[in-house]
T-cell receptor
Framework: QKEVEQDPGPLSVPEGAIVSLNCTYS??????FMWYRQYSRKGPELLMY????GNKEDGRFTAQVDKSSKYISLFIRDSQPSDSATYLC?????????????FGTGTLLAVQP | DSGVTQTPKHLITATGQRVTLRCSPR?????VYWYQQSLDQGLQFLIQ???????AKGNILERFSAQQFPDLHSELNLSSLELGDSALYFC???????????????FGPGTRLTVL
């Protein structure tokens, strides 16, 4: 079983829809939770990060972490065609000698105009 | 543009060959990470260097090796290449290597390796 599971999609929605992307994980030591966006043939870029449980909002994007359920979500409001990309969740523990990230496999999102 | 550069962008080679991928971190970043992205496995952590020293190893094959030089650029060497090594290889950098606080990793554009 992988440490981080993510539905690969693809997910196709009409412009203006609310999008929900999710990941589950098994390692209770994870404390930092990140969402990266990756456009085709580009490197991942950080969208948001959250420490421990709770919600974080940034414009049209909201990240939620539920550590009790080992479940994280990214919501995109008023989705735009420019949001079409692969969304990767990533996680790491707290402290320690390394900052390595454990990624989900990514969800491919297509927003139709 | 993240400030992380990788060369070459594309690499096509044959099975059994050896290649070297190069990464220059963002100015001021001391830590470099290598990740492999394949269709079925997603982004997998390979190895991390911090200020020239190996800090952590992930699922890196023995045929693969890396190093970080005094000017902080890093190279990933892949040898005895197999068809299954075809993937995108990303380098990322961060200011520090391991910390109790958040420490963003900035990713380069990647090198696409095709092994024929």
């Amino acid at each position: 079983q992988k440490e981080v599971e993510q539905d690969p999609g693809p997910l196709s929605v009409p412009e203006g829809a609310i999008v929900s992307l999710n990941c589950t994980y098994s390692n209770s030591a994870f404390q930092y939770f990140m969402w990266y966006r990756q456009y085709s043939r580009k490197g991942p870029e950080l969208l948001m990060y959250t420490y421990s449980s709770g919600n974080k909002e940034d414009g049209r994007f909201t990240a939620q972490v539920d550590k009790s359920s080992k479940y994280i979500s990214l919501f995109i409001r008023d989705s735009q065609p420019s949001d079409s990309a692969t969304y990767l969740c990533a996680m790491r523990g707290y402290g320690g000698a390394t900052n390595k990230l454990i990624f989900g496999t990514g969800t491919l999102l297509a927003v139709q105009p | 543009d993240s400030g992380v550069t990788q060369t070459p962008k594309h690499l096509i080679t044959a099975t059994g060959q050896r290649v070297t991928l190069r990464c220059s971190p963002r100015s001021g970043d001391l830590s470099v990470y290598w990740y492999q992205q394949s269709l079925d496995q997603g982004l997998q952590f390979l190895i991390q260097y911090y200020n020239g020293e190996e800090r952590a190893k992930g699922n890196i094959l023995e045929r693969f090796s890396a190093q970080q030089f005094p000017d902080l650029h890093s190279e990933l060497n892949l040898s005895s290449l197999e068809l299954g090594d075809s993937a995108l290889y990303f380098c990322a950098s961060s200011v520090v290597g391991g910390t109790s606080g958040y420490n963003e990793q900035f990713f380069g554009p990647g090198t696409r390796l095709t092994v024929l």
